[in-house]
């Protein structure tokens, strides 16, 4: 009976005990546990939008990469692909970047190259390099279409971007693995998609817009342009001349290709994309295009931009690039993409600065013809290849 009353007594207690409130958290720590479970919830909204805008980006790049891209017509006859060759997070490679004189309000029809600027990528050395080609050299051209002598932007007219490419391989000795071809509307609503690109400007620009609907000023000083201000600066070639021009668009891209590699830009990768709907054509497919731009922005690379020297002449229609400064600008791309040894023209601080005058018989002045050359010869005076804007 009395074991009966402890065992009584003893639940009694631990009911008791059952019963007591815990021990009350202060206010402080009540406070610091709320904060803890906002930062969480904000968090996870955080990373649900993420995911949710990389969905949405990612469904965007692959219809815009779909619809943009366009292999080369000699690639696919000689049944080489450099999609399946080159992995550009460790191989380096280059690509001729080509922007057209056409658009949607221009509706020309058949186009040139207003811009062409070869570009190569070296990941192990974190280096790209560029030089602009100035649209007036005066090149070979041949294609089905054309044989003979005008300007290197009529190559696009004669063959689109098969045709430009041979002739820009033709003219530097350096194998192009891919191209990216751009209209105005796409340079300048990319630019635009940017927020706009920082560009120091030399001197006052006054130039009409690519529509010849307004004239775009610009006075000199370090500035943000916008699309429209950015192309009037690399078109212009009132201000200086055609290689001059070249430098200067050789500026737009590597001030647009640093402002989309920035952290910030990334949320502005939708429009940039829509920006490029209809108005871009290349021969890299997606998963080419995914892994330059991984490599571009997990690696810092730096620039080097080359000019040529070159002269006109006395024509002032036509260049015509001297053989040194070819030789040395062919040698630096070509030391880029691995394909020649380093020489002399590597060292720190070379740079070649001037030419002893002989012209390369890549670009020959009429002069330099024989009779036995003239089948080969056509001036083209009346196909649209004078020096334009």
Partial sequence: MNDQKKDLSSISLISRKSRRLPPQKSPKKRMIVNVLKVLCIVMLFCVLGAAVFGATLLAKANNTTKASYQPRSSALAAGTDANKTVEPYKDSFSILIMGIDDNSERKLGSARTDTMILVTVNPTKKKISMVSIPRDSYVKVDTSEFTGYTKINSAYTYGKEDATISTVENLLDVPINFYVTVDFDAFQQIIDALGGVEINVPVAISEANADVTKIIKLEPGLQTLNGEEALAFARTRKIDNDIKRGERQQLVVQAVIKKALKVGSITKYSSVLSSLDDHFWTDMNQDTMLQIAQSGLTNKYTFDSYSFLWTDNGTG????????????????????????????????????????????????????YSSDDNSDYSDNSSDGTGSGY
């Fill in 317 to 368: 229609s036509y260049v015509y690039l001297y053989q040194d400064s070819l030789d040395y600008i062919s040698h630096k791309l070509r030391y880029s993409l691995g394909l020649d040894e380093a020489d002399y023209r590597d060292e720190d601080g070379y740079t070649l600065d001037s030419s002893d005058g002989v012209i390369s018989s890549k670009t020959p002045t009429t002069e330099s």
